[in-house]
């Protein structure tokens, strides 16, 4: 990136693209960055804004083929970034500039926006088999920019970055079960819920070789043992804890919204139709929100 003063005007108004777009379409993390130390918060704002870029691509569209090729559009932009070539976007020209600065796997970028394009490639009402596929699709797209972040913080830790794995995992399974009103189609067949959950509680229908979940009164016991699985990985993020070096723990912050959303849904009886699921931050009043991360900062937790 060129010293001259129109280049770095460009990059801090890039830079100030990936903080707004953050605060806007993802404010519990927003939270999570402040904690951050300073010379990490670059890194982590334009991850986080790159996330923020392809998690909405497909739902600002009325076609999906639209969606796909935005998608797409990412996929490339990430290897010209990687090979030094300008591309016309705050958010790539933000991430040009990490990558100069900072030791960053390109491989956990490309893994990030290759889940969501398989994701957009599959047809409506497809749902994964398994809870395992499901949890690698979180991981994917959650746990991955905790990894980058901690390699651009030059954290180099076995244990940070399964604590990070877990705690992406959760998070991600959570923000799927929170999201669930949102993609549930005209049919009303729901997403994101695993044949093997549906099965076990009656939702699972299957016509012509194909699986779908049915939305009736016994979908919260889906989500109650979708919910569980994302509990496991914040409790096994947790028993890692004392393993984990002090300065990775602002990076591992977002365990705490986490836990705010799972709280909000047993409050919520796993009913994610409930509106108090859309209140506030997960649920909680901002000031409750912000009370509770500073109080697990200031004591280094997480």
Request: hydrophobic share 40%.
């Amino acid at each position: 990136m060129s010293g001259t003063p129109a280049a770095s005007s460009s990059l801090q108004a890039a830079l100030s693209y990936c903080v707004r777009q953050v605060r806007a379409y993802d404010y519990h993390h927003y939270l999570c960055l402040l904690h951050l130390p300073p010379a990490m918060r670059k890194a982590a704002f334009t991850f986080r804004a790159f996330n923020v870029e392809t998690a909405k691509a497909m739902d600002v569209v009325s076609d999906p083929r639209t969606g796909l090729m935005r998608l797409l559009w990412w996929k490339d932009a990430v290897d010209k970034v990687f090979a030094n070539k300008l591309v016309e976007h705050p958010v790539a020209q933000a991430l040009s500039s990490v990558v100069a600065d900072h030791k960053v796997s390109k491989h956990w970028l490309k893994r990030s926006v290759e889940a969501r394009i398989n994701d957009a490639n599959h047809d409506e009402g497809t749902i994964p088999e398994t809870s395992t596929e499901l949890e690698r699709y979180a991981e994917d797209t959650q746990s991955t920019i905790l990894y980058m972040t901690l390699q651009a913080g030059g954290i180099q830790s076995t244990v940070a970055d399964h604590a990070a794995s877990h705690i992406g995992k959760a998070s991600g399974l959570l923000l799927l079960l929170k999201a669930l009103p949102h993609h549930v189609n005209k049919q009303g067949t729901v997403p994101y819920i695993p044949a093997s959950v549906a099965e076990e509680c009656g939702l699972l229908t299957r016509e012509g070789g194909r699986s779908e979940v049915r939305m009736d009164e016994r979908l919260p016991d889906a989500v109650f043992k979708v919910a569980s699985v994302a509990e496991a990985h914040l409790h096994k993020a947790r028993e890692l804890a004392s393993s984990v070096p002090k300065k990775a723990i602002p990076v591992l912050l977002p365990a705490v919204p986490a836990q705010v959303l799972l709280d909000t849904l047993r409050r919520c009886e796993f009913n994610v139709f409930d509106s108090r699921l859309s209140r506030g931050v997960h649920g909680v009043s901002p000031l409750w929100y912000q009370l509770k991360l500073n109080w697990n900062a200031w004591r280094n937790k997480y």
